[in-house]
């Protein structure tokens, strides 16, 4: 027997006993050695991903902290190289959030970035924006941005007219700035209600399942839901469509599926930074059209983490998003894992293998060696005394079976994405007598093989089928059972 073979022959037999096998389910590699020392050891306070560069790969760029900001470039395997000089102005801000988009309709993506406790507050160009020239390099745009203590910038087609629109999410009233399309912003904020609070982070997404984005604030001191009439402008729904009373500081909002029915839901990232808040992450469960009920206590694990941002993410390649959360203060980075009907628990030592503990501030899930798979990229804000590197985490090959047999679910797919084999994990169903892909344009493909491997559990093997990248059905015994998506 290979020793391949022979280690999942064992993984198996442990799972089937029900002992711990933590290190066959580790997911991703730990990486951070690909990260410059110059560069990836700034006080990073977010982060984006995007090609700078226009070579083909994802480069990474990190806004500072009282530093110059930075654009870390990618060699297209995941190494990275310190390629601010001479592309970059290297202002010293207090920068806190990014935006990279194309808002001169130039075809050429450009750079915002937004400050908060600025030395240079009250003056103008606090905030940076810097247009691209499509090969790495930006330089200062001629409209400057106005004047504010913001902590979150976004950017969204909120007037429906087919380009970005920014708005700074400020401690006051936020900040609305209308694209003609050339840049060179309108400053609009009647557009959104004036209502003054200390905002962390903002969310576009269409919560109410009308077609436009609507707004979610995410503030120290109390969050709120902006209803958009289709048009841009912005109605304040908070109070009839946002579970109320609840005493919470939030740092981040994320809008994800998170219970598989169609409609976006709300996490929310929560710190507890002022004294008497409380600090549990919330998971806000939308009804369809836009009406949030707390759904917490049923969902997620008990946190006492300051959490400062989080993703929805299928760590797990199941098909369902989990949660991949950034902590500070001693608490370590986490992976929430979705059961497939929304309701979470915290597989971070499984998934990863071990704790990371670092100032997490910002996350990302991206491809950044080009396998195919999303890789995870951690900032760090550490002090200068520290000597650690931001967390870049590579999402390792896929190739064990991982938890199949103790996961409760009647029927799995792992891993989904495929590519060569893949394991099926049958629940309460006979043995597979007939297995068929089928395919978008209505083609079959019978799956003669499938080779027990655990009681329930089967590996398929379709290498000499030779599919096309794609998605397709899979049917067991007649019965349409999931979707299976083919990737190099």
Not at 1 to 25: C, E, H, N, P, V
Not at 98 to 121: A, H, Q, R, T
Not at 401 to 427: C, M, Q, W
């Amino acid at each position: 027997m290979k020793k391949k073979q022979f280690l999942r022959t064992l993984f198996l037999i442990q799972m089937t006993a029900g002992l711990s096998f933590g290190a066959a389910a580790q997911l991703y590699t730990d990486a951070s050695a690909n990260l410059p020392d110059n560069g990836a050891k700034g006080q990073s306070m977010d982060l984006k991903a995007g090609d700078v560069d226009s070579d083909g790969d994802l480069d990474i760029i990190l806004a500072n902290e009282f530093q110059p900001n930075t654009i870390l470039l990618n060699n297209g395997t995941g190494q990275f190289t310190n390629g601010t000089a001479g592309k970059l102005p290297q202002i010293v801000h207090d920068s806190e959030d990014i935006v990279f988009e194309d808002v001169n309709g130039d075809g050429k993506p450009d750079l915002l970035f937004c400050s908060e406790d600025d030395v240079n507050l009250g003056k103008t160009n606090v905030h940076e924006f810097y247009l691209g020239d499509g090969e790495g390099r930006f330089t200062t745009a001629a409209f400057q941005l106005p004047d504010s203590e913001a902590n979150a910038i976004i950017s969204g087609d909120i007037d429906g007219d087919g380009d970005p629109d920014i708005l700074l999410g400020n401690n006051g009233i936020n900040t609305v700035l209308i694209n003609p399309g050339d840049g060179n912003f309108l400053i609009e904020n009647n557009r959104l209600p004036a209502i003054s609070r200390t905002t962390q982070d903002l969310a576009l997404g269409d919560v109410d399942g009308d077609g436009d984005p609507d707004l979610i604030e995410g503030n120290e001191n109390g969050n709120l839901l902006h209803i958009n009439d289709g048009r841009g402008f912005f109605q304040n729904e908070t109070t009839t469509r946002l579970p109320q009373g609840l005493n919470i500081e939030t740092r981040k909002v994320s809008l994800g599926d998170a219970d598989g029915d169609g409609d976006l839901d709300i996490f929310l990232s929560n710190v507890q930074f002022i004294q008497g808040k409380n600090m549990q992450n919330r998971l806000f469960i939308n009804a369809g059209a836009g009406h949030f009920s707390d759904e917490t206590a049923q969902r997620l694990p008990v946190d006492n983490d300051h959490t400062i941002d989080a993703i929805f993410e299928d760590v797990d390649l199941d098909g369902d998003l989990d949660i991949v959360l950034a902590n500070v203060f001693g608490g370590s980075v986490k992976i929430y894992e979705n059961d497939g009907a929304g309701k979470f628990r915290d597989r971070t030592m499984q998934i990863l293998g071990r704790l990371y503990f670092i100032d997490a501030l910002g996350v990302i899930a991206v491809d950044l060696n080009g396998d195919g798979y999303r890789d995870i990229y951690f900032c760090d804000r550490k002090s200068p005394q520290t000597n650690n590197k931001d967390l870049l985490l590579l999402r390792s090959p896929v190739s064990d079976v991982h938890e199949l047999v103790a996961d409760s679910r009647d029927f799995i797919i792992y891993p989904n994405p495929v590519r060569d084999e893949f394991y099926i994990k049958t629940g309460g169903e006979n043995r597979p007598d007939t297995l068929v892909l089928e395919g978008t344009d209505g083609r079959t493909w019978k799956l003669t093989e499938a080779a027990p491997v655990a009681e329930g559990v089967y590996r398929l093997t379709i290498k000499n089928l030779k599919l096309a990248n794609g998605h397709y059905f899979l049917n067991l015994n007649g019965k349409r059972k999931a979707l299976v998506v083919m990737q190099p």
